[in-house]
């Protein structure tokens, strides 16, 4: 079955300076997020002992926060009318705000006891999750609204992901930076990790305030004279719309499968291919976080042809694909004797998933359309925040479960060296788990309404209605 190919008029065309500032901010959401959930089981377990299924609470308690706080900035966007636009101002807040919490974060008190170092790592964290809201959601949103075109999009946020990437090379490395001597200063990893979180938040401010200035909000006039709607009636709007709930659960259930043993890889690397090697492990550890860094940032050039040849929709099939067969590989991959071959899932894994969390941004861009088609507004600020709002319950969930499975593997924190049958179902679930909800997802591909065509459809049908020949239907 064929279908027409359509070609991106120049006007749609978003020009390279933006696109590069753009991706600039992709920087906090996808390295220096998702470093947080890697860090936190290596320094605050392992390095400081806190119980793990406590790590597990820091961690999910903030998704929980974040199901409050991403609405409500999402419609705070959405509404916000400044001489800057709707989104720039709290890209620049948002930064300042990110790179101050990261560093914070990492200055656990040494001499607290087990509990009160948790309850400073939660207050830190809440505050870490409140500050990348603020940054993110409006990030997201702008790059909704700065072209109309359904190819360019995946452009823009293929450049959001390749530079993102670019930073997501650096951040594997935080840990074994933090075992460095320059950076220990005579102490341990724990310290280390306090100095290099001044590293990430001079990158951070730098790139928020490149992206404030030179990205540019394209239909901040157009939108800036439509009626503020309630946040509520909006959410309602937004969680009765068909399409973006099947997205959403494709979304949701490969973000819940990966999240659930997020850290299994690691434990796995230090405990069973180096037998608490610490110092190896981190370098092995380093060296697959750059590989996943190399291959996210070149998988961008395949996904822009595969996407132009096979629409959004069958490109995303051959993600969860791709991500599937990875897993399927780590059977033969997790070898203590040949530890390396550890890179092989990675860089199935991190093509798929760049693929996979890209265009998944760019589709959420198409449902904006299709509700604007229905309902004549733009809220690109509700859609983005609701769909992270769902991905960020699932990881809340998952963080949270997977305290527990660590648990039921027979982990002990306290031990230098784990048991063989703790290690054979740390295996089995990070192998597992992803599998089964990666096939569920599968699944739900074909049920997405969405094409190549329909999206066109769809956008020569508003620059109708802005044309003033036609009138918004369900208004």
């Known amino acids: 079955m064929t279908h ?7 006007r749609d065309r978003i020009p390279w300076v933006q696109i590069i500032a753009y991706g600039l901010g992709g920087f906090v959401p996808i390295a220096l997020f998702n470093s947080v959930g890697q860090l936190s089981g290596l320094i605050v377990n392992v390095g400081l002992g806190v119980s793990v299924v406590l790590v597990g609470v820091a961690q999910m308690v903030p998704r929980f926060w974040d199901a409050i706080t991403d609405p409500i900035m999402g419609h705070i966007s959405d509404n916000t009318r400044t001489p800057w636009g709707r989104r720039r101002p709290y890209i620049l807040l948002g930064g300042f705000a990110v790179a101050g919490t990261f560093v914070a974060m990492w ?56 530079i993102g990437n670019l930073g997501a090379m650096i951040t594997p490395w935080f840990y074994a930076m933090a075992n460095r001597p320059f950076f220990k200063a005579g102490g341990d990893e724990v310290d280390g990790m306090r100095r290099v979180g001044y590293l990430a938040a001079v990158i951070v401010v730098i790139f928020a305030v490149l992206c404030f200035a030179l990205c540019k909000e394209r239909q901040f006039e157009h939108v800036a004279k439509q009626d503020r709607v309630p946040m509520w009636a909006r959410l309602k709007i937004t969680m009765r719309n068909r399409t973006f709930l099947i997205l959403v659960a494709i979304i949701f259930a490969t973000v819940l499968g990966f999240n659930l ?190 094409s190549e065509d329909r999206a066109y459809e769809i956008k020569r049908a508003l620059e109708k209605r802005r044309a003033g020949d036609d009138q918004p239907s369900g208004a």
């Open 4 to 10: 027409e190919h359509h070609r991106t008029a120049e």
């Open 107 to 162: 200055a656990v008190p040494r001499d607290w006891d087990a509990m009160s170092q948790f309850w400073y790592f939660l207050v830190m964290s809440l505050l870490f999750y409140t500050a990348v809201t603020i940054f993110e959601i409006p990030h997201g949103a702008l790059g909704m609204e700065m072209t109309p075109d359904y190819h360019e999009r995946t452009r823009l946020f293929s450049a959001k992901s390749f």
């Open 261 to 450: 043993v997020n850290n299994f890889a690691n434990y796995i690397t230090i405990f069973y291919l180096y037998n608490s090697d610490k110092t190896h492990a981190s370098q092995l550890m380093g060296w697959i976080g750059t590989a996943w860094g190399v291959t996210a940032v070149l998988a961008v050039f395949p996904l822009n042809w595969l996407s132009a040849l096979l629409g959004k929709t069958r490109t995303l099939s051959f993600a969860v694909a791709l991500m599937l067969g990875a897993q399927f590989s780590k059977i033969f991959c997790y070898d203590p004797g040949h530890p390396w071959l550890l890179l092989i899932p990675t860089v199935m894994l991190s093509a798929g998933m760049l693929m996979f969390f890209t265009l998944a941004s760019a589709m959420v861009a198409d449902v904006c359309d299709e509700d604007e088609l229905h309902t004549g507004k733009r809220s690109e600020g509700s859609y983005y925040a609701v769909f992270w709002w769902f991905m960020k319950m699932g990881m809340a969930g998952a963080y949270f479960a997977a305290g527990l499975l660590i648990r039921a593997t027979g982990f002990d924190e306290k031990a230098d060296v784990q048991t063989d049958h703790t290690m054979l179902m740390m295996r089995v679930f990070e192998i597992g788990i992803p599998i089964a909800l990666g096939l569920v997802s599968f699944v739900l591909i074909s049920k997405y309404p969405i």
